[in-house]
């Protein structure tokens, strides 16, 4: 079964430090999406990218937010400075057509 | 802020039974809902979809109904098992190829009892 690969799948780090999240989408897709899950919030679309280009990152805060795909296989979601408040579990997913497939996530929690 | 509602926000249904969980969407320009199961520490993985050319689309135990006029749409579970317990989630795109991006509603934690 082909799948969306995220790393690292937990995250614990001080506030302040940058985080780096990685996603490997499933070959062949050619749209990828970055979602965040909170209790609060749900899942919320962050950005995405169609053939590597970036579509919408209007979800994301642009300050300390920043996603990027330096080529088909790699997609990254870096965090610099981190807060306490970007504690979430962050999902990468990818499609061509009827849907797409979500990795398992990253959790991160910042303290 | 489009928005999809989602209700109820948990559920408990009797092995057997069929849990019904409802969605409402205000944006017209939707073309796309799917639903997405999610079970703990899992992403949500696509279960079933519907766009707005048909009234019901229905794969194995799991059947949307879609009612376009009242902007609403439904997940139904029949004979439904303990291994169905998880968080469901409605979902809603613009451009119905399904590789859009989504607006979600608020999950529905569904619990089976045997």
């Known amino acids: 079964d082909a799948r969306v690969t995220q790393t690292p799948r937990h995250k614990v780090t001080e506030m302040g430090q940058e985080v780096t999240m990685r996603c490997q989408p499933i070959?062949?897709?050619?749209?990828v999406f970055w979602y965040r899950q909170t209790m609060m919030q749900g899942l919320e679309l962050l950005a995405y990218?169609?053939?590597?280009?970036?579509?919408?990152d209007s979800g994301m805060p642009k300050d300390r937010f920043s996603a990027e795909m330096p080529d088909a296989t790699l997609a990254t979601l870096k965090i610099q400075p981190s807060e306490p408040r970007d504690s979430a579990v962050y999902f990468c997913?990818?499609?061509?057509?009827?849907?797409?497939?979500f990795g398992s996530g990253t959790r991160l929690t910042v303290v | 802020q489009q928005q999809v509602k989602q209700s109820p926000q948990s559920l408990i249904v009797q092995k057997g039974g069929i849990p019904i969980i409802n969605c409402a969407y205000e944006n017209t320009a939707f073309d796309y809902f799917p639903w997405y199961q999610q079970f703990p520490g899992k992403g949500p993985a696509l279960l079933i979809a519907i766009r707005p050319d048909v009234s019901e689309k229905k794969e194995g135990r799991f059947t949307i109904s879609f009612n376009k006029s009242a902007k609403q749409f439904s997940l139904h579970i029949m004979d439904s098992q303990p291994g169905d317990s998880a968080t469901y989630f409605c979902?809603?795109?613009?451009?119905?190829?399904?590789?859009?991006?989504?607006?979600f509603g608020t999950g529905t934690r569904l619990t089976i009892i045997p």
């Open positions: 979902a809603a795109s613009i451009g119905n190829f399904g590789n859009e991006k989504l607006t």
């Open positions: 997913a990818s499609g061509l057509s009827d849907g797409y497939t």
């Open positions: 070959l062949g897709h050619n749209t």
């Open positions: 990218f169609r053939n590597r280009a970036p579509l919408d």
